[in-house]
């Protein structure tokens, strides 16, 4: 963060060079004065805008500065702060504490959104159709392309602000808890235990701090291009108590199709194509929900989204736009590495 501060005190001259050296990255300076509080943003474009209207390079940038940027707030939404930092072409936005001073400077070029909800990665499976490549490998942690399947989705996450991340373990959990221990992840992924096989949903019971109102739930061995704050807003604007995320699924039928009344015969169909929406394996839940689940009970997603409706729960669903790669095969593990290794 050190490198985009600067002293109101400090001259044009110095701004250019310290912009200089921020060339190639994201090239905004904010100033602040003796009691480190803001004082305004600066720009490659504001140095140049104060030169061409006569300012001398011995100046202090006070006179260049924009005091009117963008910031957060102690007290904001971070949610809608960021996303209107983003709609209006921000690149970097200063969070500031009660005093006006800088506690964070978010990099919008990376932050794509900052979600209001917790993330549950679900990686206590076997991978058992993946054996022999699972014997001694868990299967969040078999790589695909150049990093592990886990931290795909780890990683997009993260670039959509969301850092309260949990992953349930269990099978050779040893291997999981190690590499979320190394440094990169920043102590924002911790990892749960399951004292046994409590199922996709079961081992929601186990986690206790969780911050937020609404809680994303995923498989940890998929592959996606969803898009998590279109699904985070359809939620939110459905006022659901969960939404799942769903995959078209097209079943075609090679012949035709009798329709009947009882054995009598009414018709023919020829061929025909059925459409439907296959449960992707990622859910967005209110907080309650999760809490109501009996703590240490095996429970599985279905189960659970039966229950929600039987007692008259909403409960809607989203349509992924894009790719869903569900890594539970060698073909699916073989397309995935291909698909992968494109061109992005």
Same mark, same amino acid.
């Given at each position: &963060?050190?490198?985009? $501060?600067?002293?109101?005190?400090? !001259?044009?001259?110095?701004?250019?060079?310290?912009?200089?050296?921020?060339?190639?990255?994201? &090239?905004?300076?904010? /100033?602040?004065?003796?009691?480190?509080?803001?004082?305004?943003?600066? !720009?490659?474009?504001?140095?140049?805008? *104060?030169?061409?209207?006569?300012?001398?390079?011995?100046?202090?940038?006070? @006179?260049?500065?924009?005091?009117?940027?963008?910031?957060? #707030?102690?007290?904001?939404?971070?949610?809608? *702060?960021?996303?209107?930092?983003?709609?209006?072409? +921000?690149?970097?936005?200063?969070?500031?504490?009660?005093?006006?001073?800088?506690?964070?400077?978010?990099?919008?070029?990376?932050?794509?959104? #900052?979600?209001?909800?917790?993330?549950?990665?679900?990686?206590?499976?076997?991978?058992?159709?993946?054996?022999?490549?699972?014997?001694?490998?868990?299967?969040?942690?078999?790589?695909?392309? =150049?990093? *592990?399947? $886990?931290?795909?989705?780890?990683?997009?996450?993260?670039?959509?602000? +969301?850092?309260?991340?949990?992953?349930? +373990?269990?099978?050779?959990?040893?291997? $999981?808890?190690?590499?979320?221990?190394?440094?990169?992840?920043?102590?924002?992924?911790?990892?749960? /235990? =399951?004292?046994?096989?409590?199922?996709?949903?079961?081992?929601? #019971?186990?986690?206790?701090?969780?911050?937020?109102?609404?809680?994303?739930?995923?498989?940890?061995?998929?592959? !996606?291009?969803?898009?998590?704050?279109?699904?985070?807003?359809?939620?939110?604007?459905?006022?659901?108590?969960?939404? +799942?995320?769903?995959?078209?699924?097209?079943?075609? @039928?090679?012949?035709?199709?009798?329709?009947?009344?009882?054995?009598?015969?009414?018709?023919?169909?020829?061929?025909?194509?059925?459409? %439907?929406?296959?449960?992707?394996? @990622? %859910?967005? &839940?209110?907080?309650? $929900?999760?809490?109501?689940?009996?703590?240490?009970? %095996?429970?599985?997603?279905?189960?659970?989204?039966?229950?929600?409706? /039987?007692?008259?729960?909403?409960?809607?669903?989203?349509?992924?736009?894009? !790719?869903?790669?569900?890594?539970? #095969?060698?073909?699916?593990?073989?397309?995935?590495?291909?698909? &992968?290794?494109?061109?992005?």
């Amino acid at each position: &963060m050190k490198n985009h $501060i600067i002293s109101s005190e400090a !001259t044009l001259r110095d701004a250019f060079c310290r912009l200089n050296l921020l060339s190639g990255g994201n &090239m905004t300076l904010f /100033a602040i004065d003796a009691e480190e509080r803001l004082v305004g943003s600066l !720009t490659d474009g504001d140095l140049r805008r *104060a030169v061409i209207a006569g300012r001398s390079l011995d100046d202090s940038v006070a @006179v260049a500065c924009h005091r009117d940027c963008l910031t957060l #707030s102690h007290n904001a939404d971070r949610y809608i *702060a960021v996303r209107s930092a983003r709609q209006r072409g +921000v690149s970097m936005l200063p969070a500031l504490d009660k005093e006006r001073r800088i506690s964070e400077l978010i990099d919008l070029r990376t932050l794509r959104t #900052s979600l209001p909800i917790d993330a549950v990665l679900m990686a206590g499976g076997r991978g058992e159709r993946l054996r022999p490549l699972t014997l001694d490998c868990p299967k969040p942690l078999l790589k695909v392309g =150049e990093k *592990a399947i $886990i931290d795909y989705n780890i990683d997009e996450l993260r670039a959509n602000g +969301v850092d309260n991340i949990f992953v349930t +373990v269990n099978y050779l959990k040893e291997m $999981i808890i190690e590499h979320f221990a190394d440094p990169r992840f920043e102590n924002k992924v911790k990892c749960v /235990a =399951e004292p046994r096989r409590l199922g996709t949903m079961g081992s929601l #019971s186990l986690i206790d701090d969780l911050k937020h109102d609404n809680i994303l739930v995923m498989n940890s061995d998929l592959l !996606t291009s969803l898009n998590y704050e279109d699904f985070y807003l359809a939620h939110r604007a459905g006022g659901a108590a969960l939404t +799942v995320a769903a995959i078209p699924y097209t079943v075609s @039928v090679p012949f035709a199709i009798l329709r009947s009344e009882g054995r009598r015969v009414t018709g023919l169909t020829e061929k025909p194509t059925y459409n %439907y929406f296959a449960n992707a394996g @990622v %859910y967005i &839940m209110r907080r309650d $929900i999760a809490a109501g689940i009996p703590k240490g009970e %095996y429970l599985d997603a279905p189960d659970l989204i039966e229950q929600l409706i /039987a007692r008259g729960e909403k409960v809607e669903y989203f349509p992924i736009d894009g !790719t869903w790669i569900d890594i539970g #095969s060698p073909d699916d593990y073989r397309y995935a590495n291909e698909l &992968m290794s494109r061109p992005r």
